[in-house]
């Protein structure tokens, strides 16, 4: 039960990072070896596969969606 908390709250701060582009807060928990990947051919696809390729992509995606606002979705 306080585990699942815990969780949702790390989730939900993550999105909060990402609205307001602090892509350093929002990469800090990120594995080093983490795999990325966006489908399409357009400005954010591809795939990217450590943590500073991860952070270039959020900084792209804050100059290509500015505005952009995500949410979680929580369930249960």
Known sequence: MIYSYIVKQKIQQTFDDVNNHRWDEAVKA?????????????ALGGERHDKAALLRWFERLGRVQPNL???SITYG
């Not at 990120?30 to 357009?42: E, F, K, L």
Request: no cysteine; glycine share 6%.
């Open 30 to 42: 990120v594995a080093p070896d983490v795999h990325h990947r966006v489908s399409g051919t357009h």
């Open 69 to 71: 606002q995500s949410r």
